[in-house]
């Protein structure tokens, strides 16, 4: 049999590494059988090889180092190779079998508190381990409070975890594998658990750590001013209104002082960050233009940012439906729908719309934020209401989540009492909801853009008006929500609430006030010197900058903007609204001079319940009492109407001394 030439070197029991090598040379014996001379690793001492020629007289064959003559070598010793490759497959299985291990020790626990989340929030287990005779799991319960919410999870597992108490398994606890199986084991069994109560399969004396979450308030996206625009309805002939509407548009009407009417919505509008503002006009609109124009510009006046105020008013356009003025409030705005497609407005996404002779105080994005909430198509802003004056509101039903049910435009007789409600839904107490059955429509409204120009263009298009037509019936198709405004509201429609409101304003304390530093009311610049008063008794009244009094009376009245009160003159429950322009001295000599009568009231004139028109000429020893308590009377050549036994006297009108009315 063949034998090695080269030793086998062995230290300390391992073999020493032999490797073939070119050199290598097999040789046959003289006598024996043939053998192999292998060499040695480099620097390594062992026997030199034979010179060629001697080798190839002995007949020996060089070996080289190949996969075919090394799979030769191997085939000479089989168990070798059965050894190599049999370790090499251990090796490779051993270390596979280390990694899956160790992968499935760091995911176990939250495999497990994966699996428990899952079934025990639904109050049940898996039906594996209700079969009888399988083991089952102790388990801890967290409970957590009403307002905790399921929110996404991220991980290696998806899975929806609580915000509120998060209770986390201690990794490096060595007994974990341990108490886990003597919880697999345990014989205690569980009950079904409650709906609401949040538990994790992990027990008691497991090593954990705690971590308190505050739970966050999940609210509906807030209100953005930037995405509101409001439409001021400015256009209406204000007949209730009239005498003060026969020169001016209702909007324009004096109120305060020195104030218009127009000034109200305008001002909630900016204090409440809204600053894409349309006004809808039509008649009488010279007056009220030239204050708006004076007020609300970016060139001089009051500046408000990047906003705009924009008129529009009523014109003639292409069709026959171009050329008919606004019918109603609806249809201004329908002619008008075009202007909401442009594109510098495709980002509002809602539109308010607005009355121009209401006198309140309102954060519209607090409204707009209702209807947000409430993913109302259409909000309606409302007030309890009695019933002196609800016969002259729109009137509405409304269930127990604030939904509008039914909604009547004033209402008159039986169909007045069916609207009768329970207004202690709204907070009221059960002495007030008595006195104020009623929830009235502010005529305020807030609309989503898409669903307004739906309901002009398409749903209702033959519609011209909001309170009598166009929420009335939208009521049975959209989500109409209301909005309950628990503060003072006046609705400046006629005479008598005009005067009303007026006069309101001075008592103590007043109902109503313009004074708030936080939310002042914006008016036209006219940089007039303070009131000049001179030995005058004045008892709850407001006296307006620029006036000249002299001498005079004033109790429960408001005197307007560069009034003239001469010696002798008594108010009382009288609204002056001043005047344009001042009258210099020598004119007002001159006049007197000459039999006439200049701007304001002379002497000893005595006047009360009364409302006296910007620049109304008012002479001496005149007597306004209406001591006959006339209701209703047109005197138009003599200067003056009485309306709800409120006398009005007209703007620009003579009053001759001695008049008595």
Not at 71 to 93: A, Y
Not at 461 to 484: K, M, R
């Amino acid at each position: 049999m063949g034998v090695f030439n080269g030793a086998a070197h062995r230290d300390g029991g391992r073999a020493l590494e032999v490797c073939l090598r070119p050199s290598c040379r097999p040789s046959l014996g003289r006598s024996g059988p043939s053998t192999l001379s292998l060499g040695t690793r480099q620097g390594s001492p062992g026997p030199r090889p034979a010179r060629r020629g001697h080798a190839e007289s002995r007949g020996s064959f060089h070996v080289h180092e190949s996969v075919r003559e090394r799979w030769q070598f191997l085939n000479l010793q089989p168990r070798v190779f059965i050894r190599e490759v049999m370790g090499f497959v251990f090796s490779v299985l051993a270390l596979i079998t280390f990694l899956t291990f160790c992968l499935s020790l760091s995911l176990l626990p939250e495999i497990l508190v994966d699996w428990s989340l899952r079934h025990l929030r639904r109050g049940l287990f898996d039906p594996p381990f209700r079969r009888r005779g399988r083991p089952e799991m102790d388990s801890c319960f967290a409970s957590l409070k009403v307002s905790a919410r399921p929110v996404p999870g991220g991980g290696i597992i998806n899975r929806s975890v609580f915000w509120g108490e998060n209770l986390r398994v201690g990794p490096i606890n060595k007994q974990f594998g341990a108490q886990l199986c003597k919880s697999l084991r345990s014989k205690t069994r569980i009950g079904r658990v409650k709906p609401g109560i949040a538990c994790s399969v992990l027990t008691s004396d497991i090593d954990k750590e705690t971590t308190t979450f505050q739970a966050p308030v999940l609210e509906t996206p807030r209100a953005d001013p930037k995405s509101v625009a409001s439409i001021i309805l400015g256009g209406g002939a204000g007949t209730r209104l009239f005498p003060l509407t026969s020169r001016r548009a209702k909007p324009a009407v004096p109120i305060g002082g020195c104030y218009r009417l127009i000034d109200i919505p305008m001002s909630n509008c900016i204090n409440s960050g809204i600053r894409k503002i349309f006004i809808l006009t039509q008649f009488n609109s010279f007056s009220l233009n030239r204050h708006l124009s004076r007020t609300y510009n970016f060139d001089n006046g009051v500046s408000f940012g990047d906003g705009f105020v924009e008129v529009l008013a009523a014109t003639q356009t292409p069709g026959d439906a171009g050329k008919r003025w606004f019918q109603g409030t609806a249809d201004a705005v329908r002619q008008f729908i075009w202007v909401f497609e442009d594109a510098k407005n495709k980002n509002v996404e809602h539109i308010l719309i607005l009355s121009g002779d209401h006198l309140y105080r309102m954060n519209y994005m607090d409204f707009v934020q209702k209807h947000i909430d409430t993913n109302a198509d259409i909000t309606v802003s409302c007030v309890p209401m009695d019933d002196s004056r609800a016969s002259d509101c729109g009137l509405m039903k409304i269930d127990r989540t604030g939904r509008i049910i039914q909604f009547a435009e004033k209402p008159k007789g039986k169909e007045l009492k069916a609207m009768q409600v329970d207004t202690t839904l709204l907070g009221l107490s059960k002495q007030d909801a008595v006195n104020l059955p009623y929830i009235a429509s502010m005529g305020v409204y807030v609309f989503k853009t898409d669903v307004l120009l739906k309901l002009l263009r398409w749903s209702y298009p033959s519609c011209n008006d909001f309170g009598s037509e166009i929420i009335p019936t939208a009521v049975t198709e959209h989500n109409v929500q209301a909005y309950l405004f628990n503060d003072y509201w006046e609705d400046i429609g006629t005479i008598k609430s005009f005067f009303d409101a007026n006069l309101a304003l001075t008592e103590q304390p007043p109902k109503f006030e313009f004074y708030d530093p936080q939310t002042p009311f914006y008016t036209s610049p006219r940089f007039l010197p303070p009131s000049k008063v001179d030995k005058c008794r004045i008892v709850d009244a407001i006296i307006s900058h620029g006036c000249f009094l002299q001498e005079c009376s004033i109790e429960h009245s408001i005197v307007g903007v560069r009034s003239r009160l001469d010696y002798g003159v008594e108010f009382k429950d009288t609204m002056m609204m001043g005047a344009d322009y001042y009258q210099t001295e020598a004119e007002i000599a001159s006049l007197l001079a000459q039999g006439k009568v200049p701007i304001g009231v002379g002497q000893n004139s005595k006047i009360s319940h009364c409302i006296i028109d910007k620049n109304a000429r008012i002479g001496k020893n005149v007597v306004i009492h209406n001591t006959d308590g006339v209701q209703e009377a047109d005197r138009p050549e003599e200067g003056f109407y009485i309306r709800s036994g409120i006398t009005v006297i007209l703007k620009n009108a003579t009053i001759k001394d001695g008049t008595i009315v």
